[in-house]
């Protein structure tokens, strides 16, 4: 069988460089990632950056970038197929060699002409192999094309692991160009050298290339290759049915970073777009690696669910070491434009704030008073906490806690609950008119934490500031 027999699983992961590593590529990764290392095989890395028009230095770098961030290592590679030109003519000198492809003398106009008779026949656009068996002298003046002679009569019959058997009509197939007049090799071409010289086993990759493989099997089959299994990937949509893209916000990988994911709950998520295990939602990595299966990947699209991925990432970042999200909080504060290096520690904003937050730029947002003056108070939790009167509990508890030593959530819980006892109040009504005038809205963490982080001159001059807005009030009123 020409089926690859090898136990070895080797698969590859081929980004085309013309745009940053968006969610549907980084999914395609993680399928491969995981297949590799379920089998213990090997991913490869291969830049697909032959078009020299549309590949970008920045955008090889925004893949790498992404796929470090996510966690997906490779083990050979990165392979730049612009570096690797020699190698693709000699396989073209092969196959016109063996009479397995020709050179192709016809000019635009005549390709135009042969379209438009075909068209007005009714029949579909094709090129119609004039140059299969050309023996004349060439024409001057036309650099030829290199084409690949396809099969005329047959079928190709991919067993895809995902979408089962499709059967492919040779006759629907014409003679691919594999070299342009510039003697540079086009993508399918390039794709079937590299799979085969690299010894792919396994070809994952999204379901728009399932039209390649036909042609990509017949080359491969020409060049006396071991065929690669193939498993197509379903397209990921959006929630509005589309295929998903810019329009529906972030689909860059490194976007998500910029908003304040873990990579662990992006990776988390898209483990999930077409594939499931039970009703499991959180796997470690190590779970997935064991558990992932791309044969039982859906055939049908999978949609893409921002709330979902915001849930995960809430799971993450109350799992994670508050430390080890302290280096990432200051990053999104320093986006914020906050500065940070005198204020508390950055791991227990963490510790007091992971509980809410769906994201670390939403712990960012919300820890700003922590660092810095808030510029003015929520306006309905003034209206609601900051009344005429409260200037009297205020007073009431900044004497104790002006001498309060140390500084501490317990000891700043027991002053505030005698000051609370003196007035004959209950806590809440005492901590919710202190919460606002400390931190200018009306919620926060536990009381005692966050007069514990935002430190004793903060919460004093914070008192302070909330007394005068009160009697400023009182006095306009
Ligand atoms: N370079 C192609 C792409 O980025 C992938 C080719 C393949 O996986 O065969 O869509």
Redesign the pocket.
Known sequence: APWRSSMIVRT?????PTGYLHVG?AR?ALFAWLYARHHGGQLILRI?DTDRERSTAASIDAILDGLAWLGLDYDEGPFYQSERFERYREYATRLLDEGLAYRCYCTREELEHMRVEQRARGDKPRYDGRHRNFKGTPPKGVDPVIRFKNPLEGEVVVDDIIRGRMAFANSELDDLVIVRPDGTPT?NFT?VVD?LEMEISH?I??D??IN?TPRQINILRALGAQLPRYAHLPMILAPDGQRLSKRHGAVNVMQFRAQGYLPDALVNYLVRLGWSHGDQEIFSRAEMIELFEVAQVNRAAAAFDIEKLQWLNQHYIKAAEPVALAPLLGEQLDALGVEHREGPALAEVVRVLRERAKTLHEMAQNSVYFFREFEHYDEPAAKKFLKPGVDEIFRKLREPLAVLEPWSAAAIHETIAAAAEDMGLKLGKVAQPLRVAVSGRSFSPPIDETLALVGKERTLARLDRATAYVNQKNYQA
Do not use: I, L, Q
Request: overall charge negative.
């Open positions: 590859r992961f081929a980004p085309s590529g395609t697909e993508y794709v799979d070809v990759r999204g728009d290339h390649n």
